[in-house]
């Protein structure tokens, strides 16, 4: 059986920009690509804390230490400079790798600095 889990996320970046009249996809500060470890042109979910949307996209790389996180295209009226969203990303694995799977998980700031990582999301109290 094949299961689909989170591989990764970027969890209340902060939206830089929204260009509607650029190429769609969501560009995203390279490092934060490489620290989440989403690759470019990989297909990315956005779900908008500020707003309730959510959507489908795909990442490509910003400037390295940019801190830049633009929605673009027809994305771009889902979100607006200032929106807080988690950028994940999931990947289909079979149950042998399910069983030692951890995902990267990355928690930022409002300035999309990195406040700390984890590989696990604790159990939700009643």
Request: some cysteine; overall charge negative; aromatic content about 6%.
């Amino acid at each position: 059986m094949l299961l689909t889990l989170l591989k990764c996320k970027l969890h209340r970046a902060c939206v830089t920009h929204a260009e509607l009249d650029y190429e769609g996809s969501c560009a995203i500060d390279s490092e934060l690509l490489d620290r989440a470890g989403i690759r470019e042109y990989e297909q990315i979910q956005i779900y908008n804390v500020s707003n309730g949307e959510r959507f489908t996209t795909y990442a490509i790389r910003a400037e390295a230490g940019s801190r830049v996180i633009s929605v673009n295209g027809a994305a771009a009226h889902r979100a607006s400079p200032g929106d807080r969203v988690i950028i994940c990303a999931y990947a289909t694995l079979d149950e042998a790798e399910v069983a030692r799977f951890k995902p990267r998980l990355v928690y930022l700031d409002a300035h999309n600095r990195v406040e700390r990582t984890g590989d696990h999301i604790p159990a939700q109290a009643a």
